[in-house]
């Protein structure tokens, strides 16, 4: 007998959407690249940007509710609720998993709660995904007018909220960020591990945060299509969005002001996306020159991990020796 689709355990996890990245594929299957080593290489979308289990939920501490409320004490009290309704979901699985049963029904029960604990997070972001997935289709086509519906734009900012903070690259920083507070004060009380080991939850709340405060704070962003209509396209990495604005481009041990906020998307080869508070672009469709994108490039480059994703070799290879440079740079000043 078959198993059920629904009862089967999704191992591979993408933390950006292969959808995504089949814009940057001459054959809408296979990609140039770099590698974890440095290398260059092309091969199929559907390995990349992915890690096993990468959302699975993991068994949270009696203390964890009340470290995710203090982590997050500034949020709004909508949000508040919001974040309650997630971790209370999680938090009921994790009773079904520990709640005494007959022994002839224990195997049952553990199998649904395997599936539960491995899909249920990237069964949501897949969710997140759908919902954007017709206003992302628009603006790669060029059509601002997609975000002038309030649903669609809702829809497309908690998107970019959680592609922010869904990736390996956000989750290692942010850890790394903890390890690093929990050294200079010398003992956090456990504090650091016990995120770091709920990281799946913290990042997702994260996202979620960013969405909405793009939403409700809309009227201090402006909301930049951005046309390449040069030689070069944009590229795009295993952090797709990053703060390009001039004093978020130095490496440092602190975030950003909040006026220091031009988030970049680059949507396609020839399309991008700006959320910005700086006058480096006005509201609504604007073309860019080819300075403009061999910047953006540049920093897409810097705030990935591992991989850059291109259209050509050898722009995978102009642009592989500045990967992963920004966390090399925060890093050398720690130390």
């Known amino acids: 007998?078959?198993?059920?689709?629904?009862?089967?355990?999704?191992?591979?996890?993408?933390?950006?959407?292969?959808?995504?990245?089949?814009?940057?594929?001459?054959?809408?299957?296979?990609?140039?690249?770099?590698?974890?080593?440095?290398?260059?290489?092309?091969?199929?979308?559907?390995?990349?940007?992915?890690?096993?289990?990468?959302?699975?939920?993991?068994i949270l501490p009696p203390h964890f509710p009340s470290m995710v409320k203090l982590l997050f004490?500034?949020?709004?009290?909508?949000l508040k609720k919001q974040q309650e309704r997630e971790l209370e979901t999680y938090l009921k699985i994790q009773l079904l998993h520990q709640l005494p049963i007959m022994k002839q029904n224990a195997e049952e029960r553990d199998a649904s709660v395997k599936v539960l604990m491995c899909n249920s997070l990237e069964n949501t972001h897949a969710h997140i995904e759908r919902d954007a997935r017709s206003v992302i289709n628009s603006l790669a086509k060029g059509d601002f007018k997609a975000l002038s519906n309030r649903e669609n734009l809702l829809n497309f900012l908690v998107y970019f909220g959680h592609q922010i903070t869904r990736t390996r690259a956000f989750k290692d920083k942010g850890i790394a960020s903890l390890e690093a507070v929990r050294k200079e004060v010398g003992h956090d009380h456990g504090i650091a591990e016990t995120l770091s080991d709920g990281w799946w939850f913290v990042s997702f709340i994260f996202g979620m945060n960013i969405g909405w405060s793009l939403y409700v704070n809309r009227e201090a962003y402006k909301h930049c299509l951005l046309l390449n209509?040069?030689?070069?396209?944009?590229?795009?990495?295993?952090?797709?969005?990053?703060?390009?604005?001039?004093?978020?481009?130095?490496a440092s041990l602190t975030a950003p002001d909040d006026d220091a906020c031009d988030f970049f998307y680059a949507i396609t080869p020839r399309v991008g996306f700006a959320i910005n508070k700086s006058n480096a672009f006005s509201e609504g469709v604007s073309e860019v020159s080819e300075d403009f994108v061999s910047r953006a490039n540049a920093e897409i480059a810097k705030h990935s991990q591992f991989n850059i994703f291109t259209t050509s070799e050898i722009q995978a290879r102009t642009y592989r020796k500045l990967v992963n440079l920004r966390a090399k740079e925060i890093s050398s000043l720690r130390d």
């Open 1 to 58: 007998m078959t198993s059920s689709k629904h009862l089967e355990i999704k191992r591979n996890h993408h933390y950006v959407m292969a959808e995504h990245l089949r814009r940057w594929c001459p054959d809408r299957k296979n990609i140039w690249y770099t590698t974890p080593k440095g290398k260059v290489a092309y091969d199929s979308v559907k390995g990349l940007a992915k890690q096993e289990f990468f959302y699975k939920a993991t």
């Open 73 to 78: 004490r500034n949020s709004s009290p909508e």
């Open 229 to 250: 209509v040069g030689e070069e396209d944009f590229i795009t990495s295993d952090q797709p969005i990053v703060n390009i604005h001039p004093m978020a481009a130095r």
